[in-house]
């Protein structure tokens, strides 16, 4: 994929950086993905991608509408139009795809958050730094999707040497979940307001999981009709 990412670029790369400002939601998806691309390389692989299929399908299309219409000319003209749109369409859904592994991302996060913030509230009794408490969590959540944001924030503040809050924000701001949004934007304002800390996540995590019971009331009462 390295190779077929550098010859998109090269082909495309202009092209791709002129319409970069009509999609500038691609930069942010594919943060919320983590997909690791640039927006201008991601459009340029979008660009040769349907380029190729468009290029692959008229032959095809040609020869199935040549034998059932039996006329060169309009089968070359129907088969380079359906070509076209095609590519289009696929061009389009590659566009919205880093979207799809975000919000995939985003489920599973959602799923994971009540229980982060159980562990952050009980884990906060013992009066560790907040990154220290994230450094612990990331190792409980390590084999989930919760684990990766919760180890950029170890990241941002052990290797990049950002402050806890400035580390937190960063994941915040590209978080495809709203529950850790919200729960790491409680935390940031809990930090800079200098609030108890362990009393907000108590309080988030009985909202959690107050919610939670709700839901499953209601998809229950929906199951029983």
Not at 13 to 37: D, S, T
Not at 69 to 81: M, R
Not at 99 to 125: E, G, H
Not at 128 to 135: K, M, N
Request: overall charge positive; aromatic content about 16%; glycine content about 4%.
């Amino acid at each position: 994929m390295g190779f077929y990412r550098k010859i998109s670029f090269i082909l495309f790369g202009e092209v791709a950086n002129k319409i970069e400002k009509f999609f500038p939601e691609v930069k942010l998806e594919l943060k919320r993905a983590r997909l690791v691309y640039s927006a201008q390389e991601y459009l340029s692989i979008a660009i040769m991608t349907s380029f190729i299929i468009f290029l692959c399908e008229i032959p095809s299309l040609a020869f199935i509408f040549g034998f059932l219409f039996k006329t060169f000319l309009f089968a070359f003209i129907t088969s380079f139009t359906v070509s076209f749109f095609l590519s289009i369409g696929f061009f389009f859904f590659f566009i919205q795809y880093p979207r799809m592994i975000a919000n995939r991302r985003a489920k599973r996060i959602d799923r994971d958050v009540p229980v982060l913030a159980l562990y952050l509230s009980t884990i906060s009794k013992s009066n560790l730094p907040i990154s220290h408490l994230f450094r612990i969590l990331t190792r409980i959540f390590k084999r989930k999707e919760l684990g990766e944001e919760l180890s950029s924030i170890v990241k941002n503040t052990e290797i990049f040497g950002l402050d806890i809050t400035t580390s937190i924000e960063k994941v915040a701001k590209k978080t495809p979940s709203e529950k850790l949004k919200e729960l790491l934007w409680g935390i940031i304002s809990t930090i800079r307001g200098n609030a108890d800390i362990s009393l907000y996540l108590k309080e988030k995590s009985n909202e959690f999981l107050n919610r939670y019971k709700s839901m499953m009331n209601k998809l229950s009462r929906n199951l029983s009709i």
